[in-house]
């Protein structure tokens, strides 16, 4: 039977029964389709009454006994047994009863609560959480609301009922689902029934939603700072900042003190650092590092960036850092940009750029050039069918022990798309680009005090599309053929007497083949008279248009060979050589990134980087790479995370050098997965340095949607080995938990 109450007239609602709902075929109609009148506030919602049998006791109070069900808006109660008291608006419960509210279930033996304000207790409660899988258990339980919950001698955790590996037994626990936060009173956590930590109070989330509170300690050791321990300390300021402060304890070194901040407003963003370690043990002196990022937007058309890095001492990262991209770290930005962009087709940048250098005395590197100021502008502009263009630059370069001076650099062009159809192009382009020189102190190698270069710059690009229906291994695709020619006509100049501020050798590649100037800035334009050939052919899935293989072919011709060099010899060649590339996804499970350059005058490679990946699914992942360069490169690079059971996972990286005969990086390790927990144990070695390797073993412990405790081997998994999958995705990237 069930019957709808309404506060207003409930005894005589009282008097329906299943019969007078019922439809044709004899099953009862839901009340929700008879009544359609809205409440006009929660407390006059309707509350619908499900049982074998109800009855009304004076219009007093109302009894239903046998598979009572009793629904009000988002709220469902069931029972054995259930009395309504329909002056306090008071119902009560009795035999297994259970209540669903707001993503919560409650199952106990006997409840009494209140529907309109959700005020009430229940006895020996059994409380579930949809979000994050979890349950907890209690003698008894209080609702202040419909949203928070206090528990008196609970155990939480998020495995599944039978199997409770990990658990979280507290005096008191209370769930507040208005923040989705739980807050436990003198916590132990219990891990295959050893005691794990202790805590006079501790909070967490109940949907991986930011929080201020303490994280998992973090236990590591490496060989130059001895044992560790980092406790980080997470501070949810406001939606839009937060901070962590992480106090790391190093045996052998003393104390290091990290400090991140982070904002987010609508027209800025940034993030800030600063560490401390006072009075390194090891190195005997005080060792800092500060960082700042910040964008900004400040209206009318201007716009703004930072980004500023410091460290006390060269060896910074090669001794505290953890990681291979920490240690590799050799020029520290220092910069400041301020941008102007009026309209979509020009914009201007000023630019102040310096470099704090870290040093390896066994590897000097040389000091790169600082722009002190840089000032860049770019136009394109559409006019009468052409595209007309202009780069310009001014640059002060400034350095401590080489020439110093400034650079100006103009470059207008018109391009022309004479055929622009599908499946064809032809663009004709020609410009001037013009350079002046004013150079300053320290001129050692008796350079011009000022120089100029201007040289006409013409090129011509185009290229055809063909395509066609093909079937590969049982696959329908569409083939393309794309050949292309790109002409460029540069004269020659002779350029000895310039200087080379921030100008480099380009690499030859298929992005390079198809530009103007074979070198990296504007000290040196590269004579042309030369054209490149490229064919491609590519497999496009036609459902989808995913490109799931690339095969290229290129190669460059001279009329007379180029005679403008920078730190090497002239090449009599009139051909480069030849560029061949294969990319794409050969097979739901195979993919394939290889480039090679072929000498076809010395019948021999000059370089090859090959990688291949085999990712059947998620946990399964096996990387092949080989890199070659003649007579400075060769190294082998493997990396792999695989199944050895259902639970067991293993994961490895060796990295060597066949060239120096050295090993880059070697990494081993298991990861254990349970239903709610993790166990991931992880030694890793690297080079920081010529004469220098970095050794850590992390062991991590991961009690999932609670806490993480041991060392975090996440970051180098992920950079060590591509295509890494978390295994027990949660949210991680958010901290999750507090402790205090």
Not at 533 to 540: K, P, Y
Not at 703 to 715: E, H, I, K
Request: hydrophobic share 35%; net charge neutral; charged share 20%.
């Amino acid at each position: 039977m069930h019957f709808r109450l309404k506060p207003v007239a409930l005894s005589l609602l009282c008097l329906f029964s299943a019969v007078a709902y019922a439809e044709e075929d004899g099953r009862p109609s839901p009340p929700e389709q008879r009544f359609q009148k809205v409440p006009e506030s929660p407390q006059d919602a309707p509350i619908f009454f499900y049982a074998d049998r109800v009855e009304d006791r004076q219009d007093e109070q109302i009894e239903a006994t046998g598979n009572v069900e009793v629904r009000k808006l988002d709220q469902s109660v069931r029972a054995d047994h259930m009395l309504y008291l329909k002056g306090p608006r008071e119902l009560q419960a009795d035999g297994s009863v259970r209540i669903e509210q707001n993503g919560s279930t409650v199952e106990g033996t006997r409840m009494s609560i209140n529907l309109d304000s959700g005020i009430g207790s229940m006895e020996k409660p059994v409380f579930y959480i949809r979000e994050n899988k979890s349950h907890a258990r209690a003698d008894s339980l209080k609702f202040e609301g419909k949203l928070n919950y206090t528990l008196t001698n609970a155990e939480y955790t998020t495995c599944p009922a039978g199997k409770e590996d990990w658990v979280m037994s507290t005096t008191q626990l209370d769930m507040d689902r208005s923040r989705q936060v739980g807050e436990a009173e003198h916590a132990w956590v219990t891990w295959k029934g050893i005691p794990l930590l202790y805590s006079p109070w501790m909070d967490f989330s109940l949907g991986g939603q930011r929080k201020s509170g303490f994280l998992g300690p973090v236990f590591g050791s490496t060989a130059r700072g001895g044992s560790e321990v980092v406790v980080p300390y997470y501070w949810s300021i406001a939606p839009n900042r937060d901070a962590t402060v992480s106090p790391r304890v190093m045996l052998k070194r003393g104390l290091q003190l990290s400090n991140e901040f982070r904002y987010l407003e609508s027209d800025y963003v940034g993030e800030a650092h600063l560490d401390v370690l006072p009075n390194d043990q090891v190195a005997r002196s005080t060792r800092t590092r500060m960082a700042l990022k910040h964008a900004q937007q400040f209206g009318h058309d201007f716009s703004g960036k930072l980004d500023f890095n410091q460290v006390s001492d060269d060896a910074y990262f090669r001794d505290l850092s953890n990681s291979i991209t920490g240690t590799a770290q050799v020029n520290l930005m220092r910069e400041g940009v301020l941008s102007y962009a009026p309209s979509d087709w020009w914009n201007a940048n000023l630019r102040v750029q310096r470099f704090q250098t870290l040093q390896d005395p066994a590897a000097p590197v040389v000091v790169p050039y600082y722009r002190t100021p840089q000032l860049t502008v770019l136009g394109q502009h559409p006019l009468a069918g052409a595209n007309v263009a202009f780069s310009g630059e001014f640059v002060d370069f400034s350095h401590p022990s080489a020439v110093n001076g400034r650079r100006l650099v103009m470059y207008p062009s018109v391009s022309y798309p004479l055929v622009k159809t599908a499946g064809y192009h032809l663009t004709p382009k020609v410009g001037v680009h013009s350079t002046s020189y004013s150079l300053g102190v320290n001129n050692l190698a008796g350079l011009p005090a000022t120089a100029t270069r201007t040289l006409p710059i013409a090129s011509l690009d185009g290229g055809v599309e063909f395509e066609r229906d093909a079937n590969f291994f049982g696959q329908d695709y569409v083939q393309t053929l794309e050949p292309r020619l790109y002409y460029v006509y540069i004269p020659y100049r002779n350029q000895n007497s310039l200087p080379v501020f921030d100008t480099a050798q380009a690499d030859f590649n298929f992005a390079q083949i198809f530009t103007e100037n074979r070198f990296f800035g504007s000290d040196r334009i590269g004579d042309a008279n030369q054209a490149t050939l490229a064919l491609t052919s590519r497999m496009i899935e036609p459902e989808t248009g995913a490109e799931r293989l690339r095969l290229a072919m290129g190669q460059r011709f001279s009329v007379k060979s180029p005679q403008v060099t920078l730190n090497t010899p002239v090449s009599t060649n009139q051909s480069s050589d030849v560029l061949l590339d294969a990319f794409g996804r050969v097979s739901r499970a195979w993919s394939l990134n290889s480039t090679l350059q072929y000498n076809p005058s010395q019948s021999r490679s000059e370089k090859l980087n090959l990688s291949t990946r085999y990712q059947p699914e998620v946990g399964k992942v096996l990387n092949l790479g080989y890199r070659y360069t003649r007579a400075s490169l060769r190294q082998v690079d493997v990396s792999a995370q695989w199944p050895l059971s259902s639970r067991w996972h293993a994961v490895m990286r060796w990295n060597y050098s066949l060239q120096d005969s050295q090993l880059l990086e070697a990494l081993t390790g298991v990861e254990y997965n349970q239903d709610c927990w993790t166990v991931r144990l992880v030694a890793q070695r690297f080079t920081t340095s010529t004469q220098q390797t970095s050794t850590g073993i992390f062991v991590q412990l991961e009690l999932n949607g609670l806490v993480r405790v041991g060392s975090d081997p996440l970051n180098a998994l992920r950079q060590s080995i591509p295509g890494y999958t978390k295994l027990n995705q949660t949210h991680e990237d958010v901290p999750v938990q507090g402790l205090y």
